[in-house]
Protein backbone atom coordinates (compact mmCIF):
# COMPACT_ATOMS: atom_id res chain seq x y z
CA UNK A 1 0.00 0.00 0.00
CA UNK A 2 2.59 2.40 0.45
CA UNK A 3 4.69 1.43 -2.88
CA UNK A 4 0.73 2.29 -4.27
CA UNK A 5 0.95 5.87 -2.60
CA UNK A 6 3.75 6.54 -3.27
CA UNK A 7 3.05 5.92 -7.12
CA UNK A 8 0.30 7.73 -6.68
CA UNK A 9 1.80 10.90 -5.18
CA UNK A 10 4.41 10.76 -7.92
CA UNK A 11 1.79 10.75 -10.03
CA UNK A 12 -0.47 13.70 -8.87
CA UNK A 13 2.79 16.06 -8.61
CA UNK A 14 4.28 15.03 -12.17
CA UNK A 15 0.65 16.21 -13.28
CA UNK A 16 1.19 19.27 -10.87
CA UNK A 17 4.54 20.09 -12.70
CA UNK A 18 2.98 19.54 -16.06
CA UNK A 19 -0.19 22.18 -15.45
CA UNK A 20 2.33 24.49 -14.26
CA UNK A 21 4.72 24.43 -17.10
CA UNK A 22 1.94 24.49 -19.56
CA UNK A 23 0.30 27.38 -17.52
CA UNK A 24 4.40 29.30 -17.89
CA UNK A 25 4.32 28.28 -21.75
CA UNK A 26 1.10 30.30 -21.75
CA UNK A 27 1.64 33.33 -19.78
CA UNK A 28 2.66 35.51 -23.12
CA UNK A 29 -0.36 36.02 -24.72
CA UNK A 30 -3.96 37.59 -23.55
CA UNK A 31 -6.24 35.39 -23.76
CA UNK A 32 -9.97 36.92 -23.50
CA UNK A 33 -13.38 35.42 -23.39
CA UNK A 34 -14.53 37.92 -25.77
CA UNK A 35 -18.43 36.65 -26.22
CA UNK A 36 -20.75 34.26 -24.44
CA UNK A 37 -23.99 33.42 -25.75
CA UNK A 38 -27.15 31.48 -23.74
CA UNK A 39 -27.71 29.39 -26.49
CA UNK A 40 -28.71 30.53 -30.12
CA UNK A 41 -31.83 32.36 -32.00
CA UNK A 42 -32.82 33.00 -35.00
CA UNK A 43 -35.40 35.54 -34.10
CA UNK A 44 -35.68 38.96 -35.22
CA UNK A 45 -34.70 41.62 -31.86
CA UNK A 46 -37.16 43.91 -30.31
CA UNK A 47 -37.05 47.19 -29.39
CA UNK A 48 -33.65 46.40 -28.70
CA UNK A 49 -34.13 43.28 -26.31
CA UNK A 50 -32.67 40.15 -26.43
CA UNK A 51 -34.80 37.71 -29.40
CA UNK A 52 -36.47 34.85 -27.71
CA UNK A 53 -33.92 31.84 -27.69
CA UNK A 54 -34.27 28.38 -29.83
CA UNK A 55 -36.15 26.03 -27.92
CA UNK A 56 -33.59 23.76 -28.80
CA UNK A 57 -30.52 25.29 -28.65
CA UNK A 58 -29.05 22.79 -26.85
CA UNK A 59 -28.87 20.73 -29.92
CA UNK A 60 -27.50 23.48 -32.42
CA UNK A 61 -24.11 24.19 -31.07
CA UNK A 62 -22.08 26.72 -32.51
CA UNK A 63 -18.93 24.74 -34.29
CA UNK A 64 -17.44 26.57 -36.89
CA UNK A 65 -16.34 30.42 -37.20
CA UNK A 66 -14.68 32.76 -40.11
CA UNK A 67 -15.01 36.75 -40.66
CA UNK A 68 -15.40 38.84 -44.11
CA UNK A 69 -13.24 41.49 -44.94
CA UNK A 70 -15.72 43.74 -42.88
CA UNK A 71 -15.02 41.66 -39.76
CA UNK A 72 -18.57 39.79 -40.28
CA UNK A 73 -19.26 36.99 -38.70
CA UNK A 74 -20.45 33.60 -40.40
CA UNK A 75 -21.01 30.35 -38.11
CA UNK A 76 -21.94 27.05 -38.77
CA UNK A 77 -24.24 24.95 -36.26
CA UNK A 78 -23.74 21.74 -37.92
CA UNK A 79 -26.61 19.40 -37.51
CA UNK A 80 -25.07 16.19 -35.94
CA UNK A 81 -27.08 16.10 -32.73
CA UNK A 82 -30.49 17.02 -34.30
CA UNK A 83 -31.80 17.84 -37.55
CA UNK A 84 -34.49 20.69 -35.85
CA UNK A 85 -32.38 24.03 -36.03
CA UNK A 86 -33.64 26.65 -39.03
CA UNK A 87 -30.04 26.73 -40.17
CA UNK A 88 -26.71 25.16 -40.27
CA UNK A 89 -24.66 28.00 -41.85
CA UNK A 90 -25.74 31.53 -40.74
CA UNK A 91 -24.31 35.05 -40.27
CA UNK A 92 -23.80 36.29 -36.40
CA UNK A 93 -24.00 39.53 -34.87
CA UNK A 94 -21.28 40.04 -32.49
CA UNK A 95 -22.44 43.84 -31.34
CA UNK A 96 -24.63 42.01 -28.76
CA UNK A 97 -23.31 40.60 -25.88
CA UNK A 98 -25.94 38.99 -23.81
CA UNK A 99 -28.48 36.39 -24.54
CA UNK A 100 -28.74 33.84 -27.07
CA UNK A 101 -26.34 34.70 -30.13
CA UNK A 102 -27.96 36.25 -32.68
CA UNK A 103 -27.99 34.66 -35.74
CA UNK A 104 -29.66 35.09 -39.68
CA UNK A 105 -29.54 31.93 -42.03
CA UNK A 106 -26.79 32.44 -44.69
CA UNK A 107 -28.26 32.79 -47.62
CA UNK A 108 -31.52 32.05 -45.81
CA UNK A 109 -33.66 30.22 -43.92
CA UNK A 110 -35.29 27.56 -47.58
CA UNK A 111 -31.20 27.71 -48.78
CA UNK A 112 -30.70 25.47 -44.99
CA UNK A 113 -33.98 23.48 -45.40
CA UNK A 114 -33.43 19.97 -44.50
CA UNK A 115 -36.39 18.84 -46.59
CA UNK A 116 -35.15 20.34 -49.79
CA UNK A 117 -33.65 19.04 -52.59
CA UNK A 118 -30.58 17.64 -50.96
CA UNK A 119 -28.27 19.01 -54.32
CA UNK A 120 -29.28 22.18 -53.61
CA UNK A 121 -29.97 23.18 -49.82
CA UNK A 122 -27.30 23.25 -47.18
CA UNK A 123 -28.14 20.28 -45.00
CA UNK A 124 -25.18 19.72 -42.39
CA UNK A 125 -22.59 22.50 -42.58
CA UNK A 126 -19.37 21.74 -40.11
CA UNK A 127 -16.25 23.59 -42.08
CA UNK A 128 -16.46 26.47 -44.02
CA UNK A 129 -14.28 29.12 -45.70
CA UNK A 130 -14.99 33.04 -46.20
CA UNK A 131 -13.04 33.98 -49.79
CA UNK A 132 -12.57 37.71 -49.43
CA UNK A 133 -10.20 37.94 -52.32
CA UNK A 134 -13.60 36.60 -54.60
CA UNK A 135 -16.23 37.71 -52.28
CA UNK A 136 -17.60 34.14 -51.70
CA UNK A 137 -18.05 31.60 -49.47
CA UNK A 138 -17.47 27.69 -50.21
CA UNK A 139 -20.05 25.63 -48.14
CA UNK A 140 -18.79 21.98 -47.21
CA UNK A 141 -21.78 20.07 -46.52
CA UNK A 142 -22.02 16.67 -44.83
CA UNK A 143 -24.74 15.76 -46.25
CA UNK A 144 -26.00 13.66 -43.55
CA UNK A 145 -27.99 15.04 -40.55
CA UNK A 146 -28.95 13.91 -37.23
CA UNK A 147 -30.95 10.43 -37.69
CA UNK A 148 -29.81 9.61 -41.09
CA UNK A 149 -27.16 6.47 -41.40
CA UNK A 150 -26.66 7.60 -45.20
CA UNK A 151 -26.35 10.81 -46.71
CA UNK A 152 -28.69 11.13 -49.44
CA UNK A 153 -27.65 11.24 -53.15
CA UNK A 154 -26.68 14.92 -54.02
CA UNK A 155 -26.42 15.89 -50.25
CA UNK A 156 -22.36 16.22 -50.07
CA UNK A 157 -20.76 18.82 -51.69
CA UNK A 158 -19.55 22.16 -51.73
CA UNK A 159 -21.67 25.11 -51.98
CA UNK A 160 -19.78 28.42 -53.82
CA UNK A 161 -22.29 31.29 -52.34
CA UNK A 162 -22.04 34.47 -53.39
CA UNK A 163 -21.41 37.07 -49.90
CA UNK A 164 -23.62 39.45 -50.65
CA UNK A 165 -26.70 38.08 -52.43
CA UNK A 166 -26.11 34.58 -51.29
CA UNK A 167 -27.07 32.74 -54.54
CA UNK A 168 -25.04 30.53 -55.79
CA UNK A 169 -22.06 30.65 -57.70
CA UNK A 170 -21.29 27.31 -58.25
CA UNK A 171 -22.44 23.16 -57.08
CA UNK A 172 -19.75 20.93 -56.48
CA UNK A 173 -21.05 17.34 -56.04
CA UNK A 174 -18.93 15.40 -53.98
CA UNK A 175 -20.33 11.50 -54.12
CA UNK A 176 -17.95 10.13 -56.17
CA UNK A 177 -15.21 11.01 -53.95
CA UNK A 178 -16.79 10.79 -50.66
CA UNK A 179 -18.65 7.34 -48.72
CA UNK A 180 -21.77 8.45 -48.12
CA UNK A 181 -21.94 5.85 -44.81
CA UNK A 182 -18.64 6.13 -44.04
CA UNK A 183 -16.93 9.80 -44.75
CA UNK A 184 -17.13 12.67 -42.24
CA UNK A 185 -16.60 15.87 -45.08
CA UNK A 186 -15.23 17.80 -41.66
CA UNK A 187 -13.28 21.22 -42.71
CA UNK A 188 -12.22 23.12 -45.93
CA UNK A 189 -9.39 25.30 -46.69
CA UNK A 190 -9.30 27.49 -50.04
CA UNK A 191 -6.53 29.22 -52.21
CA UNK A 192 -8.44 32.35 -53.22
CA UNK A 193 -6.06 33.10 -55.81
CA UNK A 194 -6.04 29.25 -57.78
CA UNK A 195 -9.54 28.76 -56.78
CA UNK A 196 -8.60 25.33 -55.39
CA UNK A 197 -10.57 23.58 -52.14
CA UNK A 198 -8.71 21.08 -50.12
CA UNK A 199 -11.20 19.55 -47.70
CA UNK A 200 -10.87 17.03 -44.62
CA UNK A 201 -12.46 13.61 -44.71
CA UNK A 202 -11.91 12.13 -40.59
CA UNK A 203 -14.29 9.24 -42.03
CA UNK A 204 -15.51 8.78 -37.87
CA UNK A 205 -18.37 7.36 -39.19
CA UNK A 206 -16.40 4.21 -40.31
CA UNK A 207 -14.50 4.04 -37.39
CA UNK A 208 -12.41 2.52 -36.22
CA UNK A 209 -11.50 1.94 -39.50
CA UNK A 210 -11.71 5.50 -40.33
CA UNK A 211 -12.35 6.09 -44.45
CA UNK A 212 -9.86 8.72 -44.24
CA UNK A 213 -8.82 10.94 -46.97
CA UNK A 214 -7.95 14.50 -48.59
CA UNK A 215 -10.55 16.41 -51.67
CA UNK A 216 -9.01 18.12 -53.62
CA UNK A 217 -11.45 20.54 -55.86
CA UNK A 218 -11.05 22.70 -58.71
CA UNK A 219 -13.72 25.54 -59.32
CA UNK A 220 -12.80 26.20 -62.88
CA UNK A 221 -13.53 22.14 -64.11
CA UNK A 222 -16.07 21.70 -60.93
CA UNK A 223 -14.74 18.20 -60.36
CA UNK A 224 -13.11 16.61 -57.22
CA UNK A 225 -10.60 14.16 -56.75
CA UNK A 226 -9.35 12.08 -53.63
CA UNK A 227 -5.98 11.28 -52.56
CA UNK A 228 -4.44 9.74 -49.48
CA UNK A 229 -7.02 7.36 -49.50
CA UNK A 230 -6.73 5.72 -45.82
CA UNK A 231 -3.29 6.55 -45.57
CA UNK A 232 -1.96 6.52 -42.15
CA UNK A 233 -0.44 10.52 -41.84
CA UNK A 234 -4.00 11.13 -42.10
CA UNK A 235 -5.43 8.47 -39.55
CA UNK A 236 -6.00 7.67 -35.81
CA UNK A 237 -3.35 7.07 -33.89
CA UNK A 238 -3.25 3.45 -31.85
CA UNK A 239 -3.81 4.03 -28.26
CA UNK A 240 -4.18 7.43 -28.77
CA UNK A 241 -7.46 8.55 -25.90
CA UNK A 242 -8.57 12.34 -26.66
CA UNK A 243 -8.21 14.00 -23.38
CA UNK A 244 -10.49 17.46 -22.41
CA UNK A 245 -10.42 18.88 -18.87
CA UNK A 246 -8.12 16.07 -17.82
CA UNK A 247 -10.61 13.46 -18.41
CA UNK A 248 -11.21 10.91 -21.33
CA UNK A 249 -13.71 12.23 -24.30
CA UNK A 250 -16.62 9.44 -24.33
CA UNK A 251 -14.78 6.80 -22.33
CA UNK A 252 -16.36 3.78 -23.29
CA UNK A 253 -17.19 4.67 -26.34
CA UNK A 254 -13.79 6.74 -27.69
CA UNK A 255 -14.09 9.43 -29.92
CA UNK A 256 -12.10 8.29 -33.17
CA UNK A 257 -11.82 11.31 -35.56
CA UNK A 258 -8.80 11.54 -37.91
CA UNK A 259 -8.00 14.20 -40.07
CA UNK A 260 -9.36 16.90 -38.78
CA UNK A 261 -8.46 21.09 -39.11
CA UNK A 262 -6.41 21.90 -42.26
CA UNK A 263 -4.92 25.37 -43.58
CA UNK A 264 -3.11 26.87 -46.21
CA UNK A 265 0.14 28.90 -45.57
CA UNK A 266 -0.46 32.81 -47.07
CA UNK A 267 0.91 31.68 -50.61
CA UNK A 268 -1.09 28.40 -50.53
CA UNK A 269 1.97 26.66 -51.18
CA UNK A 270 1.73 24.88 -48.12
CA UNK A 271 -1.02 22.49 -46.83
CA UNK A 272 -1.28 21.93 -42.97
CA UNK A 273 -3.24 19.48 -40.83
CA UNK A 274 -3.85 17.79 -37.57
CA UNK A 275 -5.40 14.39 -36.52
CA UNK A 276 -7.99 14.95 -33.02
CA UNK A 277 -7.16 11.28 -32.15
CA UNK A 278 -3.55 12.00 -32.35
CA UNK A 279 -0.82 14.03 -31.56
CA UNK A 280 1.09 15.47 -34.53
CA UNK A 281 0.76 18.28 -37.25
CA UNK A 282 1.98 17.26 -40.53
CA UNK A 283 2.05 19.37 -43.85
CA UNK A 284 2.74 18.57 -47.69
CA UNK A 285 3.43 21.00 -50.79
CA UNK A 286 0.47 21.95 -52.32
CA UNK A 287 2.14 21.72 -55.87
CA UNK A 288 2.40 18.03 -56.13
CA UNK A 289 -1.19 18.17 -55.10
CA UNK A 290 -2.86 19.80 -57.86
CA UNK A 291 -0.73 17.39 -60.16
CA UNK A 292 -3.74 15.48 -60.86
CA UNK A 293 -0.81 13.06 -62.41
CA UNK A 294 0.69 12.62 -59.19
CA UNK A 295 -0.01 9.02 -57.21
CA UNK A 296 -0.61 8.59 -53.79
CA UNK A 297 2.75 7.61 -53.25
CA UNK A 298 4.38 10.06 -54.73
CA UNK A 299 2.16 12.60 -52.42
CA UNK A 300 3.12 10.64 -49.33
CA UNK A 301 6.58 11.16 -49.96
CA UNK A 302 6.10 14.92 -49.80
CA UNK A 303 4.26 14.85 -46.54
CA UNK A 304 6.61 16.15 -43.63
CA UNK A 305 5.81 15.38 -40.03
CA UNK A 306 5.99 19.06 -38.18
CA UNK A 307 6.22 16.94 -34.75
CA UNK A 308 3.99 16.57 -31.73
CA UNK A 309 1.63 19.17 -30.59
CA UNK A 310 1.03 18.82 -27.03
CA UNK A 311 -2.03 17.78 -26.53
CA UNK A 312 -5.45 16.26 -28.70
CA UNK A 313 -6.39 19.28 -31.60
CA UNK A 314 -9.60 20.70 -33.55
CA UNK A 315 -8.89 23.67 -35.92
CA UNK A 316 -6.42 25.29 -37.17
CA UNK A 317 -5.70 28.59 -39.07
CA UNK A 318 -2.67 30.44 -40.33
CA UNK A 319 -2.23 34.20 -40.31
CA UNK A 320 -0.60 36.59 -42.83
CA UNK A 321 3.14 36.02 -41.44
CA UNK A 322 2.71 32.38 -41.74
CA UNK A 323 2.36 31.16 -38.15
CA UNK A 324 0.10 28.34 -37.74
CA UNK A 325 -2.22 28.69 -35.02
CA UNK A 326 -4.09 25.44 -33.22
CA UNK A 327 -6.83 24.89 -30.88
CA UNK A 328 -5.42 22.39 -28.07
CA UNK A 329 -8.76 20.65 -26.46
CA UNK A 330 -6.20 18.83 -23.92
CA UNK A 331 -4.90 22.05 -22.94
CA UNK A 332 -7.58 24.78 -23.72
CA UNK A 333 -5.94 26.73 -25.67
CA UNK A 334 -4.06 27.96 -28.95
CA UNK A 335 -0.40 25.99 -29.92
CA UNK A 336 1.80 28.24 -32.29
CA UNK A 337 3.73 26.25 -35.01
CA UNK A 338 6.66 28.83 -36.79
CA UNK A 339 7.81 27.18 -40.11
CA UNK A 340 10.86 29.33 -39.85
CA UNK A 341 11.78 27.96 -36.24
CA UNK A 342 9.84 24.65 -36.65
CA UNK A 343 8.80 26.01 -32.79
CA UNK A 344 5.84 24.73 -31.40
CA UNK A 345 4.59 25.84 -28.53
CA UNK A 346 1.58 26.38 -25.97
CA UNK A 347 0.80 30.57 -26.37
CA UNK A 348 -2.28 30.65 -24.71
CA UNK A 349 -4.94 28.61 -22.32
CA UNK A 350 -7.45 29.51 -19.73
CA UNK A 351 -9.68 26.55 -18.21
CA UNK A 352 -12.49 28.46 -18.93
CA UNK A 353 -11.98 27.29 -22.38
CA UNK A 354 -14.00 24.28 -22.82
CA UNK A 355 -13.71 22.12 -26.26
CA UNK A 356 -11.69 24.87 -28.72
CA UNK A 357 -13.13 24.53 -31.62
CA UNK A 358 -12.34 26.59 -35.01
CA UNK A 359 -10.11 29.17 -34.91
CA UNK A 360 -10.32 32.19 -37.46
CA UNK A 361 -8.44 35.63 -37.71
CA UNK A 362 -10.31 39.31 -37.84
CA UNK A 363 -9.48 41.90 -40.05
CA UNK A 364 -7.13 43.82 -37.38
CA UNK A 365 -5.10 40.48 -37.49
CA UNK A 366 -6.56 39.41 -33.81
CA UNK A 367 -6.90 35.46 -33.54
CA UNK A 368 -10.97 34.72 -32.19
CA UNK A 369 -12.02 31.05 -31.67
CA UNK A 370 -15.26 29.22 -30.65
CA UNK A 371 -15.70 27.07 -27.50
CA UNK A 372 -19.00 25.43 -27.14
CA UNK A 373 -18.08 21.95 -25.33
CA UNK A 374 -19.04 20.40 -28.24
CA UNK A 375 -17.43 16.91 -27.07
CA UNK A 376 -20.73 17.37 -23.92
CA UNK A 377 -23.21 18.51 -26.33
CA UNK A 378 -22.20 15.26 -29.30
CA UNK A 379 -22.24 13.04 -25.91
CA UNK A 380 -25.63 14.80 -24.85
CA UNK A 381 -24.37 15.40 -21.16
CA UNK A 382 -25.66 18.64 -21.71
CA UNK A 383 -29.11 20.51 -20.33
CA UNK A 384 -31.32 22.14 -22.06
CA UNK A 385 -30.58 25.62 -20.71
CA UNK A 386 -27.36 25.43 -19.41
CA UNK A 387 -25.63 25.86 -22.83
CA UNK A 388 -23.22 28.41 -23.30
CA UNK A 389 -21.34 28.88 -26.86
CA UNK A 390 -18.62 31.27 -26.42
CA UNK A 391 -16.05 33.34 -28.65
CA UNK A 392 -12.48 33.80 -27.35
CA UNK A 393 -9.82 36.65 -28.42
CA UNK A 394 -6.06 36.49 -28.74
CA UNK A 395 -4.49 39.55 -29.91
CA UNK A 396 -1.51 38.11 -31.21
CA UNK A 397 0.37 41.39 -31.15
CA UNK A 398 0.42 40.31 -27.38
CA UNK A 399 -1.74 44.13 -26.69
CA UNK A 400 -4.71 43.96 -24.23
CA UNK A 401 -8.07 44.20 -25.83
CA UNK A 402 -11.09 46.37 -24.45
CA UNK A 403 -14.56 44.63 -23.93
CA UNK A 404 -15.84 44.93 -27.68
Same mark, same amino acid.
Given at each position: ??? /?? *??????????????????????????????? &???? !?????????????????????????? *????????????? $????????? $? #? /??????????????? *???? @??????? +?????????????????????????????????????????????? $?? @?????????? %????? /??? @???????? %??????????? @????????????????? *?? !??????????????????????? !?????? =????????????? +?? #???????? =???????????????????? +??????? +? #???????????????????????????????????? &????????????????????????????? %?????????????????????? /? &??? =?? $???????????
Amino acid at each position: MRH /RS *FQLAALALAALLHHQQAANAADGLPLERWRS &YAGV !SWEPSKDGKDPAPFAASVSAPIAGLH *FDARGTAYVSTPR $LVSASAPAT $L #S /RLDTRAETGPARLTA *FPSI @SGNAVAA +APQDSLRNVLGFHVDRRNGWLWALDMGFVAGETEAPAGAQKVLVLD $LK @SGRTVKRIAL %DGVAD /RKG @SFLNDIAV %DERRRIAYISD @SGMRSAPANMVGLIIVD *FA !SGEARRVLDRHPGLQIEADVKVI !SHGTEV =WPGNPLLLGINGI +AL #SPDARTLY =WTVTTGTRARSVPTSVLRNA +ASSDEQI +A #SAIRDLGAVGGNTDGIVTDTKGKLYITDVTRNGIVK &YDPRTRAMSLIASDDGVQWPDTPAILPNG %DLVFTSSALNNHFAGSVKSGEE /R &YEL =WR $LPLDGRKTKAN
